[in-house]
Structures are given as structure tokens and as C-alpha cells.
């Protein structure tokens, strides 16, 4: 791999705090961190158009290689030209290696549409039935580099077992033990397949710290996965992005010790509060299917908290949903209307909702940016988070 | 009503036939006719943001008053300041008053979600039952007229009973007195509304034809409704636009008795071959939920034929759905993808098809106006008819 395609430089940071405003290169371009990436698990983020996200200034999105191997095949999006080309994206793509899902597979109580029984983990790797087609498929380290690469995002996830929070202390340290291996193995894979490369892009491979929710371990992580000098490094785990304390605690243990010149990516970060609480603690990526989920059920964020759209309240509210909001949805429909649209049960309803979430977010992080770059964060967090509702639903 | 505001030109004739290239003057801007008229019953065109029909060069839409009235209320759209303003579209706008849907109401088993024994139907007007709240519902051609004025749309319909076309003879005639009966009603309380308007801005009525499929009632109809001497005539029916040869039929019958100075409207005709036919027979606007029906479907009209996007033959297809349209989804995606997308279930796969096959329908509507404007008709019938293969299914 060419390092130079992967150039991270840091820009600015703030005072007293780990955050920092950045900018990653990759072969798609530049991404000015931190960044809010929506997620396209499926070769789409819900409802959008790649127009609707360039419209919205989306750099980067995130794909399921995990989804994308059981439909359509990765070796399907290779004859395509890659996922670049099948889904018509020109910006830059990161892959996650399917490790959070083989775990929400075998962990069915905890997450939605699973079958536990049906998932088996060796040392070697993970049996699983495919819920498409009931087929029984296998993923291992080396198989999920080598998907990955045909897939042939910018950035690609080492595979990990996600392992569960409620865990005593030896299953922890025993599943921190077998992702540490899988990532050695991973890297060695992912060094073959970047000098086997002729005419492909490089890609770039980010480690993952787990260790669930014990200090001691997370912070072996933190050092192992930072001692293997990958071109980024992940922290990943049923807590982060779910429990907005917990997250804060495992990254005021590990911020310390992530390298300084790599760029850090918080896996499953969604909530416009945990924006400001991981950027503080020297993050500079985030994905979360928690905007385009909460969009899709009809609830946008906005500058005061979140808004309900089917609520009665916005009858005859011909106010956008969020004044201070400069996307297309804001900029063209009342509330009125997509309550109406919700109500009616109509697509356009989680099309428009979903176009202002992305919007926002990105907006959002883009602003914290520019706090970061003019030195005051500070300023910006406490009259953004003064205003910011959080879960309240809005009534007026 | 101010006339000047709904001028109606014919720039070109095809020689030969009744069909003719002209320009239907709104208070929301001009049509070019013949004119496909895309439907968004409920103040949507389903899963299309006013921005995509504008890039799809779309004129006029079709809104359902049936629909509109029991939800969001045509009352709320008042004081949202009309339909237009609510749906954010700047260009014309025609509501149908929803004579065809209480028919659909009372014959279940021909259309879909229906209650047949809770409409009741006499000379004064239709009770009904809403299908969203059970209320009991009623619709006079005075309260047609009515709602249709609160909802402001720039061409609004008569309400007309849609007889079954299995009436015999002396029924459809009874039904067909009822019909013209409340057509004149509709054109008194539609001049006593308009007289009565201060800052809204004028709306032209259209009477419609019924008649069945019988050539005395048909003729007798068509007499009377341009007698009226309304800003436009309509042709509508169970077998309008569904039975492609009564169509033709009807349209025969009718063709010569229609007024030369004033636009021709066919109600529910979509599918690409009958837009020759109606055109050839002197129809200048046309509407039908066809075209974005079959998209969410994943049926895509081509220059071609019908494409069926989750064949398996487009499971390695690079290409475009149709290599001739320039729409944003065959500008930007190939087959293969749009089958993930709707193998997958994403909501992005009814968005592109209707983004595209509304797309085909306006631009070969163009086209064929084009045809006449340049006395090729005939010409560029053959070419396109003989490229296509209608309902069949292409395969490669």
C-alpha cells in the first residue's frame, strides 16, 4: 500500500482537549475530520440518492461487507468495478467486516431479525446460516480481508468478535485474546492482497479495540492494536454509540494511548450529544444508522431536540421542522406536510425526514469542526448543547 | 373566470388524423399538449420530490380531491394557502374530483380496497364511508365543486358518476342523466365560486363524457358536455384507459363532436402504445397512476418493451435499463444494481424506477408532440411502435 494515498495530517486541536480537526486522504479524496459517515449497509443508504448526499456534502459512507458477501456476492461487485461503481459513489467508502453482526446473528435477544443457534465461533472463524437463503457460509480473517478487497471500499474493517458486555472477566479476556489473533491475521492477508495489487486503488486497514467494558483490557487493546501501526484504529463493542457513559468512560481510558498521527474511528456513534462527548475525546470518524433509522420512523433532529413528524402538534404548522436548517426538506415543506406524508403512509415521508437527518448531522460535525479550527469548541458545544433537547420530543 | 388565464392554441395538426400540437395557459404557467399528466393522489407523486418532476420536465400533475378531502382536509389545505403551496409545486396542477374512486368504493371486487355496501348513491349526491377514520362522508357536485375550490388546483373535474360497464342500456342511461344532471349543478356552483373570488386565483372546470360503451349515449354525452361550453372537455369510463381497444372506440364515436378550440382530456390512459392512439384520435392530455405503479414494482418501460428489473438476467448487466433515455437512473445505475435494490427491498429501487419511467412518459409524450409539430406523425409512430414490444417482457 502507498501510505501517501492515506495521509492523515491534523489541522488544529482544541485546548485542554484531545479533539482535533483533520484531514484523511484517500484514493476517492480528502475527508476533513471529524465526520459523521451515514451508513449504506446495503450498497444504499435508505431512501438517498448519491446526489442527495453530495447535496448534503457527505465525504465518506459506510458499507456492510458482511451484507454486501450474502447479496449480491463480493465477487459479483468486483465484475461491477467494485462498490464505487455498482452504487454510483465517487467519494470515499469504508467497509465494516460484519463482526458486530455475526455477533447480533448469535446473540438474537439483543438485536433484531437473528438466529442465534444457527452461529457457531472457532479460533478459525464463524459458521453462519444466511438469512437470505439459509445457505450455511463461513467467514474468517483472511476471507474477510479477501471479500473486503473485491468489495474495494477505501477503508476496510479487520474482523473482530464483538464480544457481549454482560461477559464475566475471563470470557472477556478469552474473546479479546481471539480478536487480537484475528487481527495479526488479518494484517498479514491484507499485506499479500496490497502487494498482489496491479491496477487497484490501495486500501487502507483500521484495527479494532475491544475488551468490553474492563479498564485493564481495553487499555491492552488500546496498546496492541496501536503497536501494529495500521492506517487507522477503530474502537468498537456493544457499548459504544448504545451507552452514551460508557462510551465516555472507555474513551477516557484509551484516548491516551491512540496515536496521534492515525485517524480514530468510534464504530456506532449516532446521537448529536455524543457527537461533541467522542470529538472531545480525540475521535475523528463515526457511523450510526440511528439518524436515517429515527428519520425513517419519522423522527428528525433538529436545532432544539427531536421532532415527531406524525404528532398532531404540527397540523396546521406551516414552520419547517427546523428553521435553522438549510436542506432541501427544510427549505421546501412545512410540517404540516410531512406529517401529512407520514400519516398517509407515503415514501416521500422517510425520503424528505432522512435527507434532513443525514443533512444535520453532517452539518453538525462540520460545525464542531470549524469550533475546533477557530478555538472554540467550548463556546460552540455549550450553545449548541443549551439549545439541544436531547430525547425530549419537541411540542412547539 | 378570467378565459385569457386558461387560453388554449393549437400550433400544428397532423394531416389526416385529429391529432394536434398545442398550448394549454395556466395562472401556474404553460403546458405544451399533448401533456402526460403524472399522479400524486395525495399530494405526492409517489416517492418523487417536486425537484425530480421538474428534472423530468413534468408540466402538470394530477391530485386526487376524493382522497385529499378526507386527508389532510381540504379545509387545512386552505389555510396551508392551496395545494401548491402544501406539496411545494410551482407549476399546474388539475384535481380529479373522485367520481372514479367512490365508483371503485361500490364495485369492490373490480378495484382494490374497497366497501362496496356503504356507498350509497342518489340524485342529491354519494354518501360513503372513509376507509381511514369510518366516518360518514358526503359528496354533492356543489360540495365537489367546493372542496375543489379550497383545494385550489388550476383545472379542476365535474363530479360525475362512473357507471359499471356492465350496466345495461336503460341503467347507463339513468346513470348517464344523473351524470349531466350534476354537471350542470357543478357549473353553477363553480360560476358562483368563481365570481365570488378576490386574491385566489381563477380555476377552470372541466364536464367529462360518460356513456359507457354505448355509441348513443357516447355521442349524446359529447353533445352535451360541450354544450356547456366549459374551459375543457374530458372523456372518462371503466374502460377508458383500461381496455385499449374501447378506447379507441369511444374516442372514435366522440373524436369529431369534440370542440376544436378547447383541450381534450382522457382520464386513466398511461401505457406508451395508447398514447399514440389517443393523441391520433385528438386527445391533448392524458393521466394515469400506470407508469409509477409499475415502477414501484420494479417494471421499467424501455424504447423496447417492458423490463422487469429483478430478472435474473440482470444479475451481470452493466448496462442501463435503457441505453436511449437520458433520466437520472439510466444516466447513473446499471441493471444489475437496480435488481440488488429491489432483491434487497430498498426503498431506492421504487424511487429510481418511478424517477425513470416517469421520465419515458413525459419525454415520449414530448416527442410525439414534436412528431406533429414536424408532420411526421406517422413516421415516428412506426419507429417507435415497431422497436416496441409492449406488455412482453425483454429478456437481453
Chains 1, 2 share one sequence.
Not at 498521527?261 to 468510534?266: E, K, S, T, V
Not at 433532529?301 to 428553521?323: H, I, M, N, V
Request: hydrophobic share 35%.
Amino acid at each position: 500500500m502507498d501510505p501517501s494515498l492515506f495521509r492523515f495530517t491534523v489541522e488544529a486541536r482544541a485546548p485542554g482537549a484531545l479533539a482535533r480537526a483533520g484531514t484523511l486522504w484517500t484514493p476517492h479524496g480528502a475527508i476533513e475530520t471529524p465526520v459523521f459517515m451515514p451508513v449504506g449497509t446495503q450498497a444504499t443508504v435508505k431512501t438517498l440518492t448519491p446526489r442527495d448526499l453530495v447535496d448534503s456534502a457527505v465525504q465518506i459512507l459506510l458499507a456492510n461487507a458482511y451484507h454486501l458477501t450474502l447479496r449480491p456476492g463480493a465477487e459479483a461487485l468486483r465484475e461491477h468495478g467494485g462498490l464505487h461503481q455498482f452504487m454510483g459513489w465517487s467519494r470515499s467508502l469504508l467497509t465494516d467486516s460484519g463482526g458486530f453482526q455475526i455477533f447480533s446473528l448469535a446473540n438474537p435477544r439483543r438485536r433484531e431479525g437473528a438466529q442465534g443457534s444457527l452461529v457457531k465461533v472457532t479460533d478459525e472463524g464463524v459458521w453462519f446460516t444466511s438469512p437470505i437463503d439459509g445457505s450455511r457460509q463461513f467467514i474468517s480473517p483472511e476471507r474477510s480481508v479477501d471479500v473486503q478487497t473485491l468489495i474495494g471500499a477505501d477503508i476496510i474493517m479487520a474482523l473482530d468478535e464483538c464480544s457481549r458486555d454482560d461477559n464475566d472477566e475471563e470470557e472477556a479476556e478469552r474473546s479479546l485474546r481471539r480478536t487480537h489473533a484475528w487481527l495479526e491475521r488479518c494484517v498479514a492477508r491484507w499485506h499479500e492482497q496490497e502487494s498482489n495489487k496491479h491496477d487497484q486503488p490501495p486500501q487502507a486497514l483500521f484495527g479494532i479495540i475491544q475488551g468490553g467494558n474492563s479498564r485493564r483490557l481495553r487499555e491492552e487493546s488500546a496498546r496492541f492494536v496501536t503497536g501494529l501501526d495500521l492506517p487507522g484504529v477503530a474502537v468498537g463493542g456493544e457499548s459504544i454509540g448504545y451507552s452514551r457513559g460508557m462510551t465516555a468512560t472507555i474513551l477516557d481510558w484509551i484516548g491516551p494511548l491512540l496515536p496521534h498521527d492515525r485517524p480514530h474511528y468510534a464504530m456506532g456513534v449516532g446521537d448529536p450529544e455524543s457527537f461533541f462527548m467522542v470529538v472531545r475525546r480525540g475521535i475523528d470518524m463515526f457511523d450510526c444508522v440511528l439518524p436515517t433509522r429515527l428519520a425513517r420512523h419519522g423522527t428528525l433532529f433538529t436545532r432544539r431536540g427531536r421532532l415527531r413528524l406524525a404528532s398532531a402538534a404540527w397540523t396546521a404548522d406551516s414552520r419547517p421542522p427546523d428553521s435553522s436548517c438549510n436542506c432541501y426538506t427544510c427549505c421546501s415543506f412545512s410540517r404540516a406536510y410531512l406529517r401529512h406524508l407520514f400519516k398517509a403512509e407515503e415514501a416521500l415521508g422517510p425520503h424528505l425526514a432522512t435527507v434532513h437527518n443525514v443533512h444535520f448531522c453532517v452539518r453538525l460535525v462540520r460545525d464542531i469542526r470549524s469550533a475546533i479550527v477557530q478555538g472554540r469548541l467550548d463556546e460552540y458545544e455549550q450553545e449548541f448543547l443549551g439549545a439541544y433537547q436531547g430525547g425530549v420530543e419537541l411540542t412547539d
